[in-house]
C-alpha cells in the first residue's frame, strides 16, 4: 500500500523569500484578471521565466490576514419569487460583505434552499447579527450559520 504524503504549509514573511515568489503571484494575477492574454505573456510581464512560473504557480499562494477568520457559510430558505435571490445578493452587497459562493436548490414547495459562503473584510456585524438580519428580510423563511464566523 503506498503511504500518501501529506501536504505542509508554512506562512513565511515575503521579505526573507526569493524575489521569484511574488513575481509568481504578480503573474498569477496578471493572468487571472485577464491583463495577459497567456501564462507566458504573464510571465514575461511580471519579469520571471515561463519555467519558473510553471514551477511554482500550484505552490505558491498570497496570503491576506485582512480576510483570515472573515468566511462565513449560512444556509437559507427562500420563497419561490421573482427576483428573491437577487434581492438576498443585495443585501448582502449593501452590508460590504462579498458572496465568496454560491449554491441555489431547485425550487420545491414554494421554497429554495440557499447556501452562501461570504467574507467580511475589516469587520462589521457578527454572525449571529447577520443571521438575524436576514432572518427578517421578506421572503426569508430560515437562516442558519453552518461554519465560520
Do not use: W
Amino acid at each position: 500500500m503506498q503511504e500518501t504524503k501529506e501536504q505542509t504549509y508554512l506562512l513565511v514573511d515575503q521579505a526573507v523569500l526569493p524575489e521569484v515568489f511574488p513575481r509568481v503571484i504578480l503573474a498569477k494575477k496578471l493572468y487571472a484578471k485577464r491583463e495577459a492574454k497567456s501564462l507566458s505573456e504573464a510571465a514575461e510581464m511580471a519579469g520571471i521565466s515561463r519555467s519558473a512560473l510553471y514551477r511554482y504557480k500550484d505552490h505558491v499562494f498570497l496570503y491576506s490576514p485582512s480576510d483570515a477568520g472573515r468566511l462565513l457559510t449560512l444556509s437559507l430558505v427562500i420563497e419561490d419569487r421573482k427576483g428573491m435571490l437577487r434581492n438576498l445578493l443585495e443585501c448582502l452587497a449593501g452590508l460590504d460583505l462579498n458572496v465568496m459562493t454560491i449554491h441555489q436548490t431547485i425550487p420545491a414547495d414554494g421554497v429554495a434552499a440557499v447556501t452562501v459562503t461570504v467574507c467580511q473584510p475589516g469587520g462589521g456585524l457578527s454572525p449571529s447579527q447577520l443571521v438575524a438580519l436576514l432572518a427578517e428580510q421578506p421572503g426569508v423563511t430560515g437562516v442558519r450559520q453552518v461554519n465560520g464566523g
